[in-house]
């Protein structure tokens, strides 16, 4: 099988890195030129100057990019993969993006002779880098399977959840969780050493019982520690919350919770944290 993967960033780097090594041919394009060669001299493989030009005689298109702007650029901009797909062939987007944009390009893709699913991801960059991705698809359930083969090599696990789109809408419900996950560990932890507690002991104790979570396990020393450059960043998440926001308004759904953490993100922002790890919410209670 014959792959193409656009995007080589702190997710689709390693991603890309698995299909190699699961034995298919890769082509890789990345915007910014040495990336795609770093990437070629680790995993071997061939790099393109142009989506497109990856894109030419492939199987499956895997784009990885950061935003609906960015994935419009690489799909159906001037030197997009749509212009140079071959019939037949499956494009999977796993770019965290709008489900109206995937529903654009599932129509597109399907004049031009190409089927598409929308597939992002979630497990962060030590997901990617393990393999171990949660990958949640839209689209048909003939492309799903053809694609299968490819997606199993970087996840644990992924589901078709129904038509194009489906899978956007899973992801903001994903990172709906999160937010709310996230500054629950956040107030508790402050909560927590400000009243005296151990926060080591602490997490030891509840992380046994209904309160422990993925983050907890995996943030709370560095969030101890006053450290926050160890995955998913501030920037994104406002992103991906906007995206959850617009479609939630567009069905009349009530969020505050989203409301409320995004606006303290915004605060994150402003302090400088940016590109701060999601977990720096704590940042608003200790740096003040």
Not at 88 to 101: E, K, M
Not at 177 to 193: K, P, Q, T, Y
Not at 219 to 231: H, I, P, Q, S, W
Request: proline share 2%.
């Amino acid at each position: 099988m014959k792959v193409a993967f656009i995007g080589l960033g702190v997710m689709g780097y390693p991603m890309a890195g698995h299909v190699k090594n699961a034995g298919m041919e890769v082509c890789v394009y990345n915007r910014t030129a040495s990336k795609a060669e770093q990437w070629v001299a680790e995993y071997g493989g061939g790099s393109a100057l142009t989506p497109a030009e990856a894109a030419a005689d492939c199987d499956v298109v895997l784009v990885c990019v950061g935003n609906d702007n960015d994935v419009r650029a690489v799909t159906t901009g001037e030197d997009g993969v749509l212009n140079n797909m071959k019939d037949g062939a499956i494009l999977v987007d796993h770019t965290t993006a709008s489900a109206a944009l995937a529903r654009e390009l599932y129509a597109e893709a399907k004049s031009r002779g190409v089927q598409f699913l929308d597939a992002p991801v979630s497990g962060g960059q030590a997901g990617a880098e393990n393999g171990a991705l949660t990958v949640m698809i839209g689209g048909d359930e003939s492309t799903y399977e053809a694609a299968k083969p490819v997606i199993d090599s970087y996840s644990k696990f992924n589901k078709l959840l129904g038509a194009a789109g489906n899978g956007q809408l899973a992801k903001a419900a994903n990172q709906i969780c999160i937010a709310g996950v996230v500054e629950g560990l956040a107030e508790a932890l402050n909560f927590a050493v400000k009243a005296g507690l151990n926060g080591e002991d602490l997490i030891e104790t509840i992380s046994k019982g209904a309160a422990g979570s993925w983050q907890m396990e995996n943030r709370y020393k560095t969030m101890l520690n006053d450290e926050y450059e160890f995955g998913f960043a501030v920037d994104w998440m406002r992103k991906d919350l906007g995206i959850a926001k617009e479609e939630a308004k567009r069905n009349g759904v009530a969020m505050p919770l989203v409301d409320m953490v995004d606006g303290f993100y915004e605060e994150v922002q402003a302090m400088g944290g940016g590109r701060w790890d999601t977990s720096s919410l704590l940042t608003r209670y200790t740096r003040r």
